[in-house]
């Protein structure tokens, strides 16, 4: 379960060695009070030590509890298909209509042509029709007197032709 830093032994004791520790200032633990799995050993620099020498119980496994699914993933779910049914359904219409599209856009390209050919054209042709005929008339001027007295007098008026 854990892997330690180091391992964990227990030093053979020179002859000469007390068969003891002395004693800590505080309390002594009896053997009785020790709990399951801890037992006293000895640290690589000599110290020994409570530790626990085998790995605790695991705890129950925890049971999961199912949770609801959100609003928002159930109407992913629903519409991801639909969406790329259309897009898909629109990729097959575009490759079916594609030659009508092309044709389409050329045949527009042609009105746009003959538009502006009409647009200079028509002018042109109609100055040349009034060349060829020798005919210019020039421009008529119109004159207009209007004369009333009073506010609601009646007007009386002349249009001359030059």
């Given at each position: 379960?854990?892997?330690?830093?180091?391992?964990?032994?227990?030093?053979?004791?020179?002859?000469?060695?007390?068969?003891?520790?002395?004693?800590?200032?505080?309390?002594?633990?009896?053997?009785?009070?020790?709990?399951?799995?801890?037992?006293?050993?000895?640290?690589?620099?000599?110290?020994?030590?409570?530790?626990?020498?085998?790995?605790?119980?695991?705890?129950?496994?925890?049971?999961?509890?199912?949770?609801?699914?959100?609003?928002?993933?159930?109407?992913?779910?629903?519409?991801?298909?639909?969406?790329?049914?259309?897009?898909?359904?629109?990729?097959?219409?575009?490759?079916?209509?594609?030659?009508?599209?092309?044709?389409?856009?050329?045949?527009?390209?042609?009105?746009?042509?003959?538009?502006?050919?009409?647009a200079i054209g028509v002018p042109l042709l109609l100055r040349l029709g009034r060349a060829a005929t020798g005919t210019s008339r020039g421009t008529t001027h119109i004159t207009q007197n209007i004369t009333a007295s009073g506010m609601f007098g009646k007007a009386n008026?002349?249009?001359?032709?030059?």
């Open positions: 379960m854990h892997d330690t830093a180091y391992e964990i032994t227990t030093q053979p004791r020179p002859a000469d060695h007390p068969a003891y520790l002395p004693a800590p200032e505080g309390r002594v633990m009896l053997p009785s009070e020790i709990p399951p799995g801890v037992q006293m050993v000895t640290l690589p620099g000599g110290i020994r030590t409570l530790a626990y020498t085998q790995p605790t119980a695991p705890a129950a496994p925890l049971v999961p509890v199912s949770q609801p699914i959100p609003a928002w993933a159930k109407t992913t779910a629903l519409l991801t298909p639909t969406i790329g049914g259309g897009i898909a359904a629109a990729g097959i219409g575009l490759s079916y209509a594609a030659p009508g599209l092309i044709a389409m856009s050329q045949a527009l390209w042609s009105a746009v042509a003959l538009i502006a050919a009409a008026g002349a249009i001359n032709h030059r």
